[in-house]
């Protein structure tokens, strides 16, 4: 079975700050890799999606691509209250490429 | 109204009873999938379906049967429900070809007592 691990939390960061999420994967031959954000009693929503090694831009969110390592992050600059959420790191597996395989999630607090 | 919707949105049932979950999406997408969520495990596939005549077993299938009665809807069963499978329940469509972007309904609370 394929995994995807991540630092269940809670993870706190102060109002300002860089929040950073991390998340490592089994499947080495895996191309394509997200992450979700999920607030309480919500339904998951994709907010990053990486490709390639190296980083990736959307305005405050930065996804990171470590193939070697086989890791992934996410940095939220700038951290706001509405940031706290649930972090879901997903991977979309290399032998099906219709299923994608969940972490745990990392739960964020932003605290003002 | 909702992209996908899930019905019911809470549901507590006995041991030993039959459930259905219903999802409907008016996205006009092909896939369809069920999850279930545990605190701890995050999101577990249960089944998924490309078309109407294509089911497949996720990694927790077992207790669990789905239906595709339409390009629009897929609901799942628990033929005889236990109490861990009490969880929180997702269905979530996406386009061919673009299966990471998965939209998700607001999910099925679902108590077995």
């Known amino acids: 079975q394929k995994e995807v691990e991540q630092n269940s939390g809670p993870l706190s960061v102060p109002e300002g700050a860089i929040a950073s999420l991390n998340c490592t994967y089994s499947d080495r031959g895996s191309q394509s890799f997200f992450w979700y954000r999920q607030y309480s009693g919500k339904s998951p929503e994709l907010i990053m999606s990486i490709y390639s090694n190296g980083d990736k831009e959307d305005g405050r969110f930065t996804a990171q691509l470590n193939k070697a390592s086989q890791y992934v992050s996410l940095l939220i600059r700038d951290s706001q209250p509405s940031d706290s959420a649930t972090y879901l790191c997903a991977v979309r597996e290399y032998s099906s490429a219709s299923k994608i395989i969940f972490g745990s999630g990392t739960r964020l607090s932003i605290r003002p | 109204d909702a992209d996908v919707t899930q019905t019911p949105r809470n549901r507590i049932t006995k041991t030993g009873k039959r459930i259905m979950l219903e999802c409907s999406q008016t996205k006009g997408h092909d896939r369809m999938y069920w999850y279930r969520q545990d605190p701890g495990l995050g999101l577990r596939l249960i089944y998924y379906?490309?078309?109407?005549?294509?089911?497949n077993k996720g990694e927790i299938s077992d207790g669990y049967s789905v239906s595709r009665q339409a390009q629009a809807k897929f609901s799942l069963s628990l033929e005889s429900a236990i109490p861990n499978q009490t969880a929180l329940y997702f269905c979530?469509?996406?386009?061919?070809?673009?299966?990471?972007?998965?939209?998700f309904g607001a999910g099925t609370r679902l108590s077995v007592l």
């Open positions: 979530a469509t996406s386009e061919a070809g673009a299966e990471n972007i998965q939209y």
């Open positions: 379906s490309f078309d109407v005549k294509d089911i």
